[in-house]
């Protein structure tokens, strides 16, 4: 891997550190010739630390290291993603990431939907939705639910409308998002037993 080191001037290239499971960046570091090497060789994140001027390998005083998963260089040769496995927190406040946030699994714009329909759920007494009307109607009623959207998806699955196609599978991912909640479970449990079997 080529890395450009002397494009700044002071032989130090941005290291971006990401988890390699939730995809979640947890630090910003710097990194020189030599604190590449070592990251390579020990396959522990080792960096350049400017304030201390010497290599400084992450966790070497709190055990909270970053076992390394790998190393890409960008368009530019003069920045590097590290993939890493965190052991314990990240930063040296002891949070997740050094933006103070918790180093979970998302998933995008599903994660918003589940905190939407958690919401109902908790406040099903109080709400006028479709999805606490669900809530209220019990587990029957919600498994019922994705049953009848998963034969919708089957039937247009065999027909040629791709645009129903895809909303009888929307209405399925939505339903059974309300399933899991219901039976107390998030999509992170699914991944996790997908995982399992990977």
């Known amino acids: 891997m080529k890395i450009n080191f002397n494009k700044n001037n002071d032989g130090l290239v941005p290291a971006i550190i990401q988890d390699a499971s939730t995809k979640n960046v947890l630090m910003l570091g710097y990194m020189n010739k030599d604190a590449y090497e070592k990251t390579v060789e020990t396959k522990k994140v080792t960096f350049y630390s400017r304030t201390k001027q010497r290599l400084w390998t992450k966790g070497e005083e709190s055990g909270n290291i970053l076992?390394?998963?790998?190393?890409?260089n960008d368009c530019d040769q003069d920045t590097l993603l590290i993939?890493?496995?965190p052991v314990g927190p990240t930063c040296h406040k002891g949070s997740d990431t050094c933006w103070n946030e918790n180093n979970e699994q998302t998933?995008?714009?599903l994660s918003e939907l589940e905190s939407v329909i958690k919401n109902r759920k908790e406040n099903q007494n109080k709400e006028n939705?479709?999805?606490?009307?669900?809530?209220k109607?019990?587990?029957n009623k919600v498994a019922q639910k994705v049953g009848e959207e998963a034969v919708e998806v089957v039937i247009e699955a065999k027909d040629d409308n791709e645009e129903l196609f895809l909303n009888e599978s929307a209405d399925l991912l939505f339903h059974?998002?309300?399933?899991l909640q219901a039976k107390?479970?998030?999509l992170k449990d699914i991944v996790k037993v997908l995982k399992s079997r990977h």
């Not at 076992?67 to 890409?72: A, F, G």
């Not at 939705?129 to 809530?135: E, H, I, K, P, T």
């Not at 059974?176 to 399933?179: E, F, H, T, V």
């Open 129 to 135: 939705s479709y999805v606490a009307s669900l809530f």
């Open 137 to 139: 109607k019990g587990i």
């Open 184 to 186: 107390g479970y998030m």
């Open 83 to 85: 993939t890493v496995n």
């Open 67 to 72: 076992e390394l998963v790998d190393i890409k």
């Open 176 to 179: 059974y998002l309300i399933l």
């Open 107 to 109: 998933f995008g714009f």
